[in-house]
């Protein structure tokens, strides 16, 4: 996790970013899963504290990314990576920077300010060329989210007609003298309704997929206009090229992570049992994991087309 540093070093973190290529990011991007089963590979259940569900790969994907925008070397013996993750290694360099003298502190201002003359040439050139992707971007990033909305939107569409019908059917089980419907009833109406949850998840796998690849295309073009300008960026001018392409990197994992997450859960659900609807969800020790993961800990793109 990156933390706060003291004022100086942040000035320092806007030098050299970790040396990652944003097209090695991109294709490192996991495919999603083409079956339930494969999707039940692909994910866990975590039992630690709330239970939830998680992706591996797709963690490991964003510890690459968080490296790919931390700065890397050293300004006066300071190393900046370590210094932008490493708590007390900042409050350490605080208290000597604190404690250095008049001319330590100008020789450091001038190692700095000689490394931003040195690619203050590039920083036009990439402030131009990102000024002028503007308008690329917002059509190219425009087109991936229509193009993965609507392929996670027809699922979702699936899913919704699914849990209707078997809540349909539930209303005429039979119920005991306070009025809940009667588990005999509803447990078969359950099993029925995640095999069919299940059906939909492995017909539909296999064109999100598709989809996922066909936006991947999309990025990696607008990608590659900036790659020359990727091949020798540096100082403060690297850190916002590497962000902006790392940004089709973000948007793509969130899409892959989705609808991993979603066909994971039918993967590992358990059975069903009656709360006014039939309600899907996960046995764990720990507790249980309701459909359609509404859980706090996901970010928004996780609900998409759920």
């Known amino acids: 996790?990156?933390?706060?540093?003291?004022?100086?070093?942040?000035?320092?973190?806007t030098g050299?970013?970790?040396?990652?290529?944003?097209?090695?990011?991109?294709?490192?991007?996991?495919?999603?899963p083409t079956t339930v089963a494969a999707a039940g590979t692909a994910t866990q259940v975590s039992t630690a504290g709330n239970p939830l569900l998680g992706a591996a790969a797709y963690d490991a994907l964003n510890t690459s990314i968080a490296s790919a925008l931390q700065p890397i070397g050293s300004v006066g013996g300071i190393d900046l990576a370590r210094a932008s993750s490493d708590r007390a290694y900042?409050?350490?360099?605080?208290?000597?920077?604190?404690?250095?003298?008049?001319?330590?502190?100008m020789a450091m201002v001038n190692q700095m300010m000689a490394a931003q003359q040195a690619s203050a040439g590039a920083t036009?050139?990439?402030?131009?060329?990102?000024?002028?992707q503007r308008g690329a971007d917002m059509a190219a990033q425009q087109k991936i989210r229509t193009l993965l909305d609507g392929a996670l939107g027809a699922t979702g569409a699936r899913h919704r007609a699914v849990a209707e019908a078997v809540n349909s059917a539930a209303k005429a089980c039979p119920a005991?003298?306070?009025g809940w419907p009667l588990a005999p009833c509803t447990g078969p109406l359950g099993v029925k309704s995640i095999a069919q949850h299940r059906g939909v998840e492995d017909s539909s796998l296999v064109g999100e997929g598709q989809a996922l690849a066909?936006?991947?295309?999309?990025?990696?073009?607008?990608?590659n206009k900036g790659r020359n300008l990727l091949g020798h960026a540096t100082g403060p001018s690297a850190v916002s090229l590497v962000a902006w392409a790392v940004t089709y990197?973000?948007?793509?994992?969130?899409?892959?992570?989705?609808?991993?997450?979603?066909?994971?859960?039918?993967?590992?659900?358990?059975?069903?049992k009656y709360t006014g609807t039939v309600t899907d969800y996960i046995r764990t020790p720990?507790?249980?994991?309701?459909?359609?993961?509404?859980?706090?800990?996901?970010?928004?793109?996780?609900?998409?087309?759920?």
């Open 90 to 105: 900042a409050a350490q360099i605080q208290a000597r920077m604190q404690s250095m003298t008049t001319a330590d502190k």
């Open 286 to 306: 720990s507790g249980e994991i309701y459909w359609p993961l509404k859980d706090s800990a996901y970010p928004p793109p996780i609900n998409t087309g759920l």
């Open 1 to 13: 996790m990156r933390i706060h540093l003291p004022a100086v070093l942040l000035i320092l973190a």
């Open 249 to 272: 990197v973000q948007i793509l994992e969130d899409y892959g992570r989705a609808i991993t997450l979603r066909a994971g859960f039918w993967a590992h659900a358990d059975s069903s």
């Open 16 to 32: 050299p970013v970790a040396a990652a290529d944003p097209v090695t990011l991109l294709n490192s991007i996991p495919a999603p």
């Open 214 to 223: 066909e936006a991947r295309a999309i990025a990696l073009a607008e990608i």
């Open 176 to 178: 005991d003298k306070t």
């Open 124 to 132: 036009g050139e990439i402030a131009a060329f990102i000024a002028g």
